[in-house]
Nanobody, 124 residues
């Protein structure tokens, strides 16, 4: 069993930056594909970024060049660095871990573990 706890959300002005963290329990963190999803009011949850156990990454087109996913396996923590934030980035951001997901299709075939989410609000 893996428990995921997100932190780092908050209110920021457009153009600002935030770094989200996802602390994971368990001893097999390094084997999981890690992902960040978000869900805005009235919209479906979408994949923002994913990182494989080997370090490969995938980003949604809307965040490429602005967001960076990373992981520190020694600390059992994944991160999402967000820069040049826009009002349309406002959403609840969820951390996810899955043992078998491909970074390109993460979320399409189920996720092993979800965090409870952290709210990011970008004001204009």
């Amino acid at each position: 069993q893996v428990q995921l706890v997100e932190s780092g959300g908050g209110l920021v002005q457009a153009g600002g930056s935030l770094r989200l963290s996802c602390a994971a329990s368990g001893r097999t963190f390094s084997r999981y594909t890690m992902g960040w999803f978000r869900q805005a009011p009235g919209k479906e949850r979408e994949l923002v970024a994913a990182m494989s156990s080997g370090g490969g990454t995938n980003y949604a087109d809307s965040v490429k060049g602005r967001f960076t996913i990373s992981r520190d396996n020694a600390k059992n923590t994944a991160y999402l660095e967000m820069k040049s934030l826009k009002p349309e980035d406002t959403a609840v951001y969820y951390c996810a871990a899955d043992r078998w997901s491909d970074i390109m299709t993460m979320g399409q075939y189920g996720i092993d573990f979800w965090g409870k989410g952290t709210l990011v609000t970008v004001s204009s």
